[in-house]
């Protein structure tokens, strides 16, 4: 069987408060569109965070990258894209890139890593056993 490649997209519109003087995006509201990405996939895929919790583990970010390409400005309207990596490691991986809706010109793209820890926030070196599952599921 070949493995799937696991995608989401979302629309949003730049509001006032995430713009700088230049009314263009300020950098740190890309994290949060990526946050809003993340939750969109898990909603979609059923690997939301509210899932970690159940399964009694964390998954924080221990990597974020962003490639800024164009500057995306107030008001605009944008979509981002999130795609999942599968790794044997105990890792969630996803890439993202940001386009304007009208045209579909790439704004920016970036990158997060997340790693597993349990409800003492220890570092989990192997896959929870929930994950290997949803993974199983989705043929990854």
């Not at 740190?28 to 979609?44: H, K, M, T």
């Not at 164009?70 to 969630?92: E, M, N, Q």
């Not at 304007?100 to 409800?119: H, K, P, W, Y």
Request: negative net charge.
């Amino acid at each position: 069987m070949e493995s799937k490649i696991l995608k989401a997209s979302k629309e949003f519109e730049v509001r006032f408060s995430e713009v700088d003087s230049m009314r263009i995006v300020w950098h740190g509201a890309y994290s949060l569109y990526f946050e809003d990405a993340r939750e969109e996939f898990g909603r979609i895929y059923g690997l939301s965070y509210q899932t970690f919790i159940k399964y009694e583990c964390y998954a924080p970010l221990i990597e974020l990258n962003f490639k800024y390409i164009k500057p995306l400005t107030y008001g605009s309207r944008a979509r981002i894209d999130i795609t999942y990596h599968s790794v044997d490691a105990a890792k969630v991986i996803f890439d993202y890139e940001i386009h304007l809706v009208e045209d579909n010109t790439l704004i920016a793209t970036g990158s997060s890593t997340q790693v597993f820890l349990d409800r003492d926030f220890n570092l989990m070196w192997c896959n929870p056993p929930f994950y290997e599952e949803w993974k199983k599921k989705y043929n990854l």
